[in-house]
């Protein structure tokens, strides 16, 4: 079903209530009767499908302040679209020679970074849609960015050519280069900016401490390559996707215990694909989402480890599943060259 497509004036459709009695809905002003489905956002209807890429999706996010969404993956474009009314696309971003495969939006949602297979990261001004910055340094795929929540505008990545390397927005060239053994595959920096959190092929978490410019610590227990990462809202803890099959909480708080692994949760696949299939935590911590090669959308409850959701409706590989920051909405981009924009409860 095409979700853009409005109906006539006044026109009525049935909408499937649990007894599966019909009701009519007025699509005219979007209201669902008083008999109708609890709707749950703002969202136009409780899903909407967003088409335009013309290859895989590889990343999406939400603004900070929750009223566009970007994407970006196989095309080599960054997309931005509204989130509210008809969920039109309203800019396209040019410039990467290469597939992209991470997008980041900063703190305030004025700029977004990017990261693609043309060994080059990127950072755009969102308000105008061009580039300001290209970061080059790197000699192989650039597989993943972070930038950072406070302080400076400093900008990390993370590369097939085994580093990783930490920029600062404002100046030329690389700050600090941290020599890996393995490709890096994820990467995120620690609440405070001090640290930077990587995973990559050889399936250790690193800690790298920016002032000793060395591994702080190691999180062992993932038995496949680390595919994605995302430090909690609060900063205490850490989530992270891997091939193993597992989403891994971590306690990276300065003196926890040193078996640092929490909550595991199960369900998702990884498949044949080996796609780097990200992961987030919701804006409150109470859930967490990941990507699956299964095509569904997978939620779990942090507290229970329980799946909450199984969201069907990709036709190929789910590469990253985010949450609104202020609303009941996930979003997620395949393999499919499709995004879903849907309400949970």
């Keep these: 079903m095409d979700a853009k497509r409005k109906a006539m004036d006044g026109a009525l459709v049935p909408a499937k209530r649990p007894r599966n009695e019909l009701v009519a809905v007025n699509e005219r002003d979007g209201a669902l009767l008083q008999s109708g489905m609890q709707r749950l ?92 910055k290209k970061f080059k340094g790197h000699n192989g795929f650039v597989n993943c960015c972070s930038i950072a929540r406070r302080g400076p505008q400093l900008v990390c990545s993370g590369s097939d050519d085994q580093t990783i390397k930490l920029w600062d927005c404002r100046k030329k060239g690389v700050l600090q280069t941290f020599q890996n053994t393995y490709q890096v595959t994820s990467i995120t920096f620690s609440d405070t900016s001090e640290q930077i959190f990587s995973g990559g092929i050889d399936n250790d978490i690193k800690v790298w401490d920016l002032r000793k410019n060395d591994v702080l610590y190691r999180m062992r227990g993932h038995a496949d390559t680390v595919t994605g990462m995302h430090l909690s809202p609060d900063g205490s803890y850490l989530l992270t996707n891997s091939m193993d099959n597992t989403v891994r909480i971590w306690d990276v708080r300065p003196f926890a215990p040193q078996e640092r ?24 911590g109470s859930k967490v989402g990941a990507g699956s090669g299964d095509r569904f959308v997978y939620i779990w409850d942090t507290t229970s480890r329980r799946i909450l959701y199984k969201l069907p409706g990709h036709a190929g590989s789910v590469n990253e599943v985010v949450f609104h920051p202020e609303e009941p909405i996930v979003a997620s981009c395949g393999s499919d060259k499709k995004i879903f924009l849907g309400e949970i409860e």
Aim: glycine residues 8%; negative net charge; proline residues 3%.
């Design 261 to 284: 692994c929490v909550k595991i949760m199960q369900g998702h696949q990884h498949t044949f694909e080996k796609n780097l299939l990200r992961c987030a935590w919701a804006p409150d």
């Design 41 to 132: 956002s703002n969202l136009e209807a409780p899903i909407m499908l967003l088409t335009g890429h013309e290859g895989d999706i590889f990343c999406t996010k939400f603004s900070p302040d929750g009223k566009m969404l970007a994407s970006a993956g196989f095309d080599r474009l960054i997309y931005f679209w509204n989130v509210y009314g008809e969920c039109e696309n309203f800019a396209v971003l040019k410039g990467h020679t290469g597939a992209i495969m991470e997008i980041q939006f900063s703190t305030d949602g004025t700029s977004l970074i990017s990261a693609a297979t043309d060994k080059t990261m990127s950072l755009w001004d969102v308000d105008v849609g061009t580039r300001i």
